[in-house]
């Protein structure tokens, strides 16, 4: 899987998409090296995404639609992951 080799799951943080740890809310990667914290709540810790809710997976395909995001990052995900 392409997916996998680009975006391994326990590399350090590679993926495009990220997840705040203080607010729970998806964070582009670009975003977080531009400003250096959460642009909702200013928190500097963030984690890989392993899970999404319904929210995120709306946001995260808003974010590929415009073109800041990799659409084969999704295929990390099973169908079991994504609404967790």
Not at 16 to 33: D, G, H, I, Q
Not at 63 to 78: M, N, P, Q, T
């Amino acid at each position: 899987m392409e997916a996998m080799r680009k975006y391994g799951k326990d590399d350090e943080f590679r993926e495009p998409v990220l997840k705040c740890e203080s607010c729970n809310k998806v964070v582009l990667l670009a975003v977080l090296k531009k400003i250096g914290m959460c642009p909702l709540c200013g928190n500097t810790k963030v984690r890989n995404v392993r899970t999404m809710t319904d929210e995120d997976q709306v946001t995260v395909e808003r974010w590929i639609y415009e073109g800041k995001c990799d659409s084969a990052w999704l295929e990390l995900f099973e169908p079991s992951e994504v609404n967790a």
